[in-house]
């Protein structure tokens, strides 16, 4: 969770695939679907990145022109509530994404609310599972690079399960063979070397 300092820290950075500023809220409670879609399709964009430390989406910085962020707040009223962001969120989507919603106070009964999302380097390509909603069609990869969202390309959706295979802790597996012609019967020996624990030991065969 973040503090307000760290949030300022932020604001220093800029707009990126793992940051967004957000001077108003999001259209949300009794909006039309539209407005909803935009929260939905920031989302997936960042749930879809190529990073490795959390994304976050801050509702009550404004952009500057030097595209340093600027922290305005919004009424502690206009804040989602952290439940209705993740029903709506995951009724929609195909997998759930892991996002956190939290308020951090800014002076003058005014806060930031973050949405974080957390490194999704397994489990993507995240996307909309149903026929459409509002500009959101069923399929599409959302995906944020730099400063922007797009939907993804082919090969960007290959290198996603890319990174997923090899993020996973597959064990290590060397197979080593050796005749000893010496031997009567002329013995193989397959010497098998694994990471794993009590790996196999070697064995014997004609």
């Known amino acids: 969770m973040?503090?307000?300092?760290?949030?300022?820290?932020?604001c220093m950075q800029g707009e990126s695939n793992r940051l967004d500023f957000k001077r108003d809220?999001?259209?949300?409670?009794?909006?039309a679907d539209g407005h909803k879609a935009e929260l939905l399709k920031d989302i997936l964009s960042f749930a879809n990145s190529f990073?490795?430390?959390?994304?976050?989406?801050?509702?009550?910085?404004?952009?500057?022109?030097?595209?340093l962020g600027?922290?305005?707040?919004?009424?502690?009223?206009?804040?989602?509530d952290d439940s209705k962001i993740q029903q709506f969120v995951n009724e929609k989507t195909n997998k759930i994404i892991p996002i956190e919603t939290y308020t951090v106070e800014c002076g003058d009964e005014r806060v930031?609310?973050?949405?974080e999302i957390a490194p999704c380097l397994k489990n993507r390509p995240f996307y909309l599972k149903q026929k459409?909603?509002?500009?959101?069609?069923?399929?599409?990869?959302?995906?944020?690079?730099?400063?922007a969202?797009?939907?993804?390309?082919?090969?960007?959706?290959?290198e996603m399960g890319r990174q997923e295979v090899e993020h996973e802790n597959f064990p290590k597996l060397t197979v080593t063979f050796d005749?000893?012609?010496?031997?009567?019967?002329?013995?193989?020996?397959?010497?098998?070397?694994?990471d794993v624990s009590d790996p196999p030991q070697p064995s014997w065969a004609k």
């Open 2 to 10: 973040l503090t307000i300092d760290q949030i300022r820290t932020l």
């Open 25 to 31: 809220q999001y259209l949300f409670d009794n909006a």
């Open 70 to 80: 600027k922290i305005v707040g919004i009424e502690k009223t206009e804040v989602i």
């Open 132 to 147: 459409n909603f509002a500009q959101l069609k069923q399929n599409d990869v959302w995906m944020r690079v730099g400063s």
């Open 179 to 194: 005749i000893d012609n010496q031997a009567e019967d002329s013995l193989l020996s397959v010497v098998l070397q694994s």
């Open 149 to 158: 969202s797009h939907i993804a390309l082919p090969e960007e959706i290959c």
């Open 112 to 115: 930031v609310q973050v949405l």
């Open 51 to 67: 990073r490795n430390d959390p994304a976050y989406i801050l509702i009550g910085v404004e952009e500057l022109e030097s595209k």
